[in-house]
Structures are given as C-alpha cells and as structure tokens.
C-alpha cells in the first residue's frame, strides 16, 4: 500500500504565496507522473499541474505563470508552489502520484484547504 500525504495548505491575502507538499510512502519503486488538482463545492475536480518522471511540466491555463511544480524523486515527494494567489484559487488541493510497484497504480492524497482572503 501507498499512503500519500499533503501539507502546506492554509489561509493567505490575495498576492500571498503558500507551498504545498505531497510525500508519497510505502511500497513504492519508483513514481512515474505526480500532480495537484483542485476542487471547489459544487464542481467538478480540475487540473492544477503535473509532472512526469523526466521533470517536464503541464499547467493549467488559469495559473501559469503563478504557480510551479516540482519534485523531489529521492523522497518521493512532489511540491506546488504558489504565487500571486487569487480569491479564485481557493479550494481543497487534491495530489496524486502514479506508483509501481509490481504494477502501476493511481493514488490520491487527502487533500488540504487552500483558502485566499481579498
């Protein structure tokens, strides 16, 4: 089993910064792609920003340019900074990390509250 757990989430202004963390553990051999999603009540869960295991990087439209994803492969841990926050952007960041292990599988952190006061 793989546990994957987030932190960093919390209240910042409009134009502050908070740094997101995922840290995947467990039996793990290696992780292939990594990345954040996000959801608001009443919607749909929408993509943020992956990953993949060579470091090439996908951003949703809405926060190029603010955010930036990174990873840590000696750890097995992923990162979301985010700048230039926006009352728009809060919602529960979801993180999800693609892991083999004698076959691949899809797992998804807890998620953690993003909230941006204007």
């Known amino acids: 089993q793989v546990q994957l757990v987030e932190s960093g989430g919390g209240l910042v202004q409009a134009g502050g910064s908070l740094r997101l963390s995922c840290a995947a553990s467990?039996?793990?051999?290696?992780?292939?792609?990594m990345g954040w999603y996000r959801q608001t009540p009443g919607k749909e869960r929408e993509l943020v920003a992956t990953i993949t295991s060579e470091g090439s990087t996908n951003y949703a439209d809405y926060v190029k340019g603010r955010f930036s994803i990174s990873r840590d492969n000696a750890k097995n841990t992923h990162y979301l900074q985010m700048n230039s926050l926006k009352p728009e952007d809060s919602a529960v960041y979801y993180c999800?990390?693609?892991?083999?292990?004698?076959?691949?599988?899809?797992?998804w952190g807890q998620g953690t509250q993003v909230t941006v006061s204007s």
């Open positions: 999800y990390s693609v892991v083999r292990f004698l076959g691949i599988k899809l797992y």
């Open positions: 467990g039996s793990i051999l290696s992780i292939d792609k």
